[in-house]
């Protein structure tokens, strides 16, 4: 694939990232994520004291433990399934961007399982490189505690703070500097690792290296990415949302259907797509368009009626994960051609890193013999 390794290269992510084998990788992540995150803030909430039929009528299936005061064990229960489903998108993200670098390579027959393979074997940096940049900051914190304790003491106390005092500054400065590597390194652990298949001390050097040359073409990069991602899964919701207006229009004809859809499909679209939620992800000023899409459902309904409304329901749940998917894959392409860009302009061609090796390596693996090269 031909970069032009610029800002250019962003506005490549919507296609990019709209690949069955990413958000399969992400999908996979949030299902088992949510699964985990449903069972234990319903078991939280039922610790507490609620009943599993009003923790339905009050959550239905978006559960949320946390704006309860609950007991510290329910509370636990919470923020480890929250955890838990962001360590398992965090991970995913090295997988998906390790698929768009075989991508970018041209070897587009790289699967998910190819990548779960390789997260397996490379996880250890994606968990380790952040919390090592945390110790760092919380050496400095404890060693200027320490200097600070001893600058109690009378009379020498004030000459050891201020003699070294530019020290002092300068290793604030420096902790400063290391806060912001901090939270690029959140962002771009997967990446690097996806890519580089660093070790824990090789993605924090990228880390800092990346945060010391590009941090205001972090900041610009990011306001293009950012509206393209917004801009990007809304055009995929409008155009789920179009086919399911449309769908809903044939089958709920007056001389089909008719109401019998209206409350199958209304009563699940109510249930999967809150209105609440939708208001908050897109904004009120779409509100509009949910009424538009979402057919209104009267709430009588017969007992096959009520089945049928679970299955369609369990489809639309389906239809949320992809989206949420995509926004992720989009995320994470968006990264790994950003991060590209920044390999590139310090010397490094990430494409042809090891590319020799991939070649002699197809070669054993089709049985040819290295010496008719």
Same mark, same amino acid.
């Given at each position: ?91 995913? $993200? ?80 420096? /902790? ?42 972090? /900041? ?131 494409? $042809? ?21």
């Amino acid at each position: 694939m031909e970069l032009n390794y610029n800002i250019k290269d962003i506005l490549r992510a919507p296609r990019l990232a709209l690949s069955l084998t990413k958000i399969i990788i992400f999908a996979r992540a949030n299902i088992v994520g949510y699964c985990v995150y449903f069972v234990a803030n319903y078991l939280a909430l039922f610790l507490s004291g609620q009943s599993i039929l009003d923790i339905w009528n009050n959550h239905g299936i978006y559960p949320c433990a946390y704006i309860y005061e609950l007991p510290w064990y329910a509370s636990a229960l919470f923020w480890l399934s929250t955890s838990y489903w962001i360590l398992v998108i965090y991970g995913s $993200m090295a997988s998906a961007s390790k698929v768009t670098y075989q991508e970018l390579k041209g070897d587009h027959f790289f699967s998910a399982g190819d990548a779960h393979k390789y997260l397996e074997k490379n996880w250890h940096p994606i968990i380790f490189a952040p919390f090592s940049i945390i110790a760092i900051l919380l050496f400095y914190v404890l060693i200027a505690s320490c200097f600070a304790l001893i600058g109690k003491i009378p009379w020498i106390g004030e000459f050891i703070f201020a003699i070294p005092y530019f020290i002092h500054l300068f290793g604030s400065v420096f /902790a400063f500097f290391t806060f912001f590597v901090l939270i690029v390194s959140v962002i771009y652990t997967p990446i690097i690792v996806g890519t580089l298949k660093e070790d824990t001390m090789g993605t924090v050097f990228n880390s800092y290296m990346i945060s010391w040359r590009f941090p205001i073409h972090i /900041a610009l990069y990011h306001l293009v990415l950012f509206p393209i991602i917004y801009l990007s899964q809304l055009v995929l919701m409008v155009s789920i949302l179009s086919g399911f207006k449309l769908l809903n229009s044939i089958f709920g004809n007056d001389l089909l259907m008719a109401e019998k859809l209206n409350n199958i499909v209304g009563q699940a679209a109510y249930s999967v797509w809150p209105k609440d939620l939708f208001s908050s992800i897109h904004g009120s000023y779409l509100t509009g368009f949910y009424d538009f899409f979402v057919p209104f459902s009267s709430g009588s309904m017969s007992g096959t009626e009520t089945v049928s409304s679970v299955i369609v329901g369990c489809f639309l749940l389906v239809i949320i994960v992809i989206w949420f998917s995509y926004c992720l894959s989009l995320f994470t392409v968006g990264e790994t051609l950003i991060f590209n860009i920044f390999k590139k302009r310090t010397g490094t061609d990430l494409l $042809m890193i090891n590319h020799e090796q991939e070649i002699e390596n197809i070669k054993e693996n089709m049985g040819l013999d290295q010496s008719t090269d």
